[in-house]
Nanobody, 123 residues
Framework: QVQLVESGGGLVQAGDSLRLSCAAS????????MGWFRQAPGKEREFVAAIRWSSGSPYYADSVKGRFTISRDNAKNTVYLQMNSLKPEDTGVYYCNAALRDAGSGRLDEDYWGQGTRVTVSS
């Protein structure tokens, strides 16, 4: 059924770049919001970026705005997160998310998660 598989994480130095990929399968994601969340040790999972599959409209957390870029490739059914100017505070496990919400109320009707890919940024 629905599968989200992240890749591209690794160990980098502050100021470096990484490109994360999320391969999505098992569903037509036209009506979905595709997002990236991250979780640092001892902290709750937080929103990083999201993109409406249909329009490509992106949304970013203030902490990554201007540094990260989310995009999607319709042919490959893949969502990307280009991360530039990485900071130590970007360290964490990054999870891909697919969410189907009611357009009017915002109610979460479907919610899927990948297994995560680890990003470590050293200072």
């Amino acid at each position: 059924q629905v599968q989200l598989v992240e890749s591209g994480g690794g160990l980098v130095q502050a100021g470096d770049s990484l490109r994360l990929s999320c391969a999505a399968s098992g569903r037509t994601f036209t009506s979905y919001d595709m997002g990236w969340f991250r979780q640092a040790p001892g902290k709750e999972r937080e929103f990083v970026a999201a993109i409406r599959w249909s329009s490509g409209s992106p949304y970013y957390a203030d902490s990554v705005k201007g540094r990260f870029t989310i995009s999607r490739d319709n042919a490959k059914n893949t969502v990307y997160l280009q991360m530039n100017s990485l900071k130590p505070e970007d360290t964490g496990v990054y999870y891909c998310n697919a969410a189907l919400r009611d357009a009017g109320s915002g109610r979460l009707d479907e919610d899927y998660w990948g297994q995560g890919t680890r990003v470590t940024v050293s200072s």
